[in-house]
């Protein structure tokens, strides 16, 4: 058990449809990540909250909504999606964001989208 | 922009063989690199964080070691194991940007018994 929950496991959905990707930490850190992790690409830094800021957004498609109601919630949702979005996406959090020091980033076991 | 690479994208061994993973950075600037495991489906397990000062790590039969002026590093896995069969990532943190990481395209692994 690492600590951090994603919910659900698998999803498969339309393009039109709207679904939201759900992750939770239980470890007290301040800050969340999102990844995207393609077949054919390296895992990719999609955003970065720190106390319930963005404080990084990796030039991702308005399509990827994210929110960060609190520090233990991060939320994905997702809207018109194309296939090529077909992907596990992984949350992660650490004690913070701070530039210099180490904080071990924590996963969750992913979401794997499908988008048909 | 860092990039990281690893090489070989997929390895199969029989049981028992010792085993070398590589992976290779551009920016050598880094504050320090560390390996992961993912098994299929799931998360990702932190196995070894090496610091920038440093040259290895060892934890059991697991030893990372760390060349920073020619961008490299080592995953070797001795006495290799069936249950040691996932994909190996490894990822390095650069100075002044935060806590992020980049992650190398990872080495999927097979020990057959």
């Known amino acids: 058990e690492t600590g951090v929950t994603q919910t659900p496991r698998h999803l498969v959905m339309g393009m039109t449809n709207k679904k939201s990707l759900k992750c939770e930490q239980h470890l007290g850190h301040n800050a969340m990540y999102w990844y995207k992790q393609s077949a054919k690409k390296p895992l990719e830094l999609m955003f970065v909250?720190?106390?319930?800021?963005?404080?990084e957004n990796n030039s991702v498609p308005s399509r990827f909504s994210p929110e960060c109601p609190n520090s233990s919630h991060l939320f994905l949702h997702l809207h018109t999606l194309q296939p090529e979005d077909s992907a596990l996406y992984l949350c992660?959090?650490?004690?913070?964001?701070?530039?210099?020091?180490?904080?071990?980033?924590?996963f969750g076991p992913g979401t794997r989208l499908t988008v048909l | 922009k860092q990039e990281v690479t690893q090489i070989p994208a997929a390895l199969s061994v029989p049981e028992g063989e010792n085993l070398v993973l590589n992976c290779s950075f551009t920016d050598s600037a880094i504050y320090n690199l560390q390996w992961f495991r993912q098994d299929p489906g799931k998360g990702l397990t932190s196995l070894l964080l090496?610091?920038?000062?440093?040259r290895e790590q060892t934890s059991g039969r697991l030893n990372a070691s760390l060349d920073k002026s020619s961008g490299r590093s080592t995953l070797y896995i001795a006495a290799s194991q069936p249950g040691d069969s996932a994909t190996y990532l490894c990822a390095v943190r650069l100075y002044n940007a935060g806590n992020m990481l980049t992650f190398g395209g990872g080495t999927r692994l097979m020990v057959k018994p």
């Open positions: 992660a959090s650490s004690q913070d964001h701070a530039s210099g020091r180490y904080n071990e980033q924590f």
């Open positions: 090496i610091q920038s000062s440093q």
């Open positions: 909250y720190s106390l319930e800021e963005r404080v």
